[in-house]
């Protein structure tokens, strides 16, 4: 199925690596105009280089999204370079595996600050140069928003405020004709998340075991779901968390996981 998103301007944060990347290319190769942003300048840069490859205009720059200011100022470069916003995919987001009893304070919050305070951060910019009606907002959230695991209880709390900051938004911009989306992927091939969390290949085999269909997902699949709740096809959908993981979000628990957090 082809979507055709031609003179359509897409903001992805987080978009220059892993999932986020592979959706802004998604995009990229349905026509539509690109601005990416993270805290990385080489990968903006090299994350620009990509889409425009695939053919896309597109632009960046290197953005924090724990400072206002600094996604405000982001956001303005979007707007100056191609006008109002059309798609919002607000995907930045931090995580690493640790038992709740050993997790610092500084922790905690790092991971409250990059992936909820930063998506507040995202939506608060971008709504008044969001189209209306029209306009198309995606939070990335995850499983663990809705289902919990081990070691994951800072990132759990975060991801469970992203899908309720969606349901919220769903109500009060929804008489202006905005959507807005949860998608909740899962074990995705290559992610940062997965080479974080099940580094070794055993950790990897028993956890492509719990998953119903017995393999990792690719970044492309969750563009394409973006696609499609973006097009005129997904224009009744809004205030949903749609996973798109292969069934993962139905048994979390791996086995031997346990077993590496105790390391």
């Not at 205009?57 to 100056?80: K, P």
């Not at 994951?152 to 911009?173: F, M, N, P, Y």
């Not at 993962?248 to 957090?261: C, F, I, K, V």
Request: charged content about 20%; glycine content about 12%; hydrophobic content about 40%.
């Amino acid at each position: 199925m082809m979507f055709d998103f031609s003179g359509k301007t897409v903001l992805v944060s987080g978009g220059t690596s892993g999932i986020n990347l592979g959706i802004a290319e998604s995009f990229a190769k349905a026509g539509a105009n690109l601005f990416v942003f993270s805290r990385d300048p080489e990968k903006v840069e090299n994350a620009v280089t990509r889409l425009q490859e695939l053919g896309a205009v597109a632009g960046g720059c290197s953005c924090d999204v724990r400072n206002y200011e600094a996604v405000a100022t982001a956001v303005g470069q979007c707007v100056e370079l191609y006008g109002k916003l059309d798609v919002v995919v607000s995907g930045a987001a931090g995580n690493f595996p640790c038992l709740a009893r050993d997790l610092s304070s500084n922790g905690f919050r790092a991971v409250m600050e990059i992936d909820l305070l930063g998506t507040h951060h995202v939506m608060h910019a971008t709504y008044p140069v969001l189209r209306k009606p029209g306009a198309s907002v995606i939070n990335i959230s995850s499983p663990h928003a809705h289902t919990a695991l081990i070691g994951q209880s800072h990132v759990c709390a975060a991801k469970a405020g992203i899908d309720q900051i969606t349901r919220t938004l769903a109500l009060e911009w929804g008489a202006e004709g905005i959507r807005i989306n949860s998608v909740l992927p899962g074990p995705i091939e290559g992610s940062g998340g997965m080479e974080k969390l099940f580094p070794t290949k055993q950790l990897l085999d028993a956890k492509l075991k719990s998953v119903p269909l017995r393999r990792l997902g690719r970044a492309e699949e969750i563009g394409a779901l973006c696609l499609f709740i973006s097009s005129d096809m997904g224009s009744y959908i809004t205030g949903a968390a749609i996973p798109c993981d292969g069934g993962n979000g139905l048994n979390l628990q791996p086995a031997r996981y346990e077993e590496y957090l105790a390391h």
